[in-house]
């Protein structure tokens, strides 16, 4: 269970230094919200990357900690099972957006990435 679980923080990471690409300005916009924005993205949804990036990487911690990969606290344990499960519910909903995006990039890359890892979070909620 751990290679899946340091295998999702890999791709959650890396999702994360995407975002955080994006919130710094690269011209990256035609290939995500279905490329309606060509460049840089508008200054809100930069802020909305990088709360998106912060998050991913939460993802990854609390992925990582429910399979005994890394220490969590004793008090917040219990939410390790219940965070999993939002986890893998939140990944399945993004594949679907991002097979509905008009963008290939969102279509081929980034549904097949959310769809592994909303697989390798319910292998890894199932713990």
Request: hydrophobic share 60%; aromatic share 6%.
């Amino acid at each position: 269970m751990i290679p899946a679980a340091v295998l999702a923080a890999i791709l959650l990471l890396g999702m994360a230094a995407f975002q955080t690409s994006l919130a710094l300005g690269a011209p990256l916009g035609a290939h995500v919200l279905g490329g309606r924005y060509p460049g840089t993205l508008p200054a809100r949804l930069r802020a909305f990357s990088a709360v998106a990036a912060a998050i991913l990487v939460g993802c990854a911690l609390v992925i990582l900690a429910r399979a005994g990969a890394i220490g969590w606290s004793a008090g917040a344990r219990g939410l390790l099972a219940p965070g999993s499960w939002t986890i893998a519910a939140f990944l399945a909903l993004n594949t679907l957006g991002n097979l509905a995006s008009k963008s290939r990039l969102e279509r081929t890359v980034f549904a097949a990435t959310t769809a592994a890892l909303a697989s390798l979070s319910v292998y890894v909620a199932l713990s």
